[in-house]
């Protein structure tokens, strides 16, 4: 059964959703919506312990990233999404801290250059914002592009990596 806990952040609170031990979701906006406004109880679950794992090492270790000391994070997940979808999360998760990739790219690595708005779609998707680092991805241009989060969000995370320096 899922269940919930809110953390603080640098960039507001996180909304960690585990079940049977294992991250599921890590939402940045507040309970009650996510980036299309919608979160209902069924996804959350009832609250959860702080204490309890996987909510207490997440935590420690979201913390430590964002004090800039974490670059990769170690946390049994469980992110529910079609085999393509994961695959994406996959190669997200292959990104090295503090680097980007475009979305042609992200197509490329997992073997299908053909798909790259799928790839977008899907990395707009993932449940697990941050631990699966989806803010690594920017547009060829080496813009950024849209984040469920915010912009300005994607723009603190990628500066965060950056050590500080424009993303």
């Given amino acids: ?5 809110i953390i603080d952040s640098p960039v507001g609170p996180l909304t960690l959703v585990a079940d049977g031990g294992a991250l599921t979701a890590l939402y940045l906006d507040t309970p009650g919506s996510d980036s299309r406004g919608q979160l209902r109880a069924e996804v959350l679950g009832p609250p959860g312990d702080p204490a309890d794992e996987p909510f207490a090492t997440a935590a420690d270790q979201l913390a430590a990233y964002f004090a800039g000391t974490l670059t990769e994070f170690s946390l049994p997940l469980e992110p529910a999404g079609t085999p393509f979808q994961r695959r994406v999360w996959a190669e997200l998760q292959a990104i090295p801290y503090g680097e980007t990739r475009s979305y042609g790219e992200l197509a490329r690595a997992i073997g299908n250059p053909a798909a790259v708005r799928a790839v977008g ?6 449940p697990i914002a941050v631990v699966i680092p989806c803010h690594r991805v920017i547009g060829s241009d080496g813009s950024l592009t849209g984040y469920g ?9 990628l500066d965060l990596e950056a050590g500080g320096r424009s993303a």
């Fill in 1 to 5: 059964m899922h269940s919930h806990v």
């Fill in 149 to 157: 989060g915010g912009l300005d969000r994607k723009r603190y995370l």
């Fill in 121 to 126: 779609l899907a990395n707009g998707r993932n």
